[in-house]
């Protein structure tokens, strides 16, 4: 079982990059993931037969109801499971890219900023088999426990880069064979007609303004869902989802 340590701050959530993660899987997982430095795992009275059932006798705080509110955000799903930790480290845009593959798939927000829209695109990612996600620095949110949460804990299973432009990662993943795909509501082309041969990046936009002009002109190509017409658009988690499975299926 990895290191542990009480820490006695209940409320010092992002103080040297730490959080708290909630949730039975989010929480199981970061446990399981040797890269997370664990600093304090809070389980509600009524739980913790469950957690000593996986953990043994690891160290952990045991609260009541009341006490638990006071760790986890008002109308958190927690499940009576909450851990303090550190956030994950992200990965170089390079470190993304495997020269022994022949496929792959790297998905690229453009400026999605809901952590929860982020979780769920993270768990898309992970069940099916994407190499990598890459966001830009300044206009996506950090890690937090809505995300992972919403990730079910997938987010210990995937690589991400943060990066300060992304066009110019756009041109790092070109330069390593990358043919890269934007996903556009208007495109002519329809997701399920393009080649998914070889090694792809797929670009995402903001959930408002979909993909900004600089990123979409640095695209190779543009493409849409085939959805009905009644439908304007989807949530970008969802339309991310469709889009991820398509092209590695």
């Given amino acids: 079982m990895k290191n542990f340590r009480k820490d006695k701050k209940q409320n010092n959530v992002g103080a040297s990059g730490e959080l708290v993660i909630y949730g039975r899987h989010a929480v199981y997982s970061a446990i399981k993931n040797k890269k997370r430095v664990i600093k304090r795992v809070v389980v509600a009275k009524e739980n913790l037969a469950e957690f000593r059932e996986n953990f043994g006798d690891m160290a952990v705080d045991v609260v009541d109801k009341k006490e638990f509110m006071k760790i986890v955000p008002v109308d958190a799903v927690h499940q009576g499971f909450a851990l303090y930790c550190s956030r994950l480290e992200t990965y170089d845009i390079r470190d993304l890219v495997d020269e022994n593959k022949d496929k792959s798939l790297i998905v690229i927000l453009d400026q999605v900023s809901d952590p929860q829209n982020i979780g769920a695109i993270i768990r898309s990612c992970v069940a099916f088999g994407v190499d990598g996600l890459v966001v830009q620095d300044k206009n996506s949110p950090l890690e937090s426990g809505a995300m992972v949460k919403a990730s079910a804990g997938t987010m210990e299973h995937v690589k991400i880069s943060r990066v300060t432009n992304l066009s110019r990662a756009i041109e790092i993943l070109k330069d390593n064979g990358y043919w890269v795909i934007g996903m556009d509501g208007y495109a002519d082309t329809m997701i399920d007609k393009v080649n998914k041969d070889g090694k792809i990046a797929l670009v995402m936009g903001s959930e408002g ?41």
């Fill in 209 to 249: 303004k979909g993909m900004r002009r600089l990123v979409q002109e640095n695209c190779d190509t543009s493409v849409k869902l085939n959805i009905s017409e009644l439908v304007e658009s989807l949530n970008v988690s969802t339309a991310a989802a469709i889009a991820i499975y398509e092209l590695t299926k």
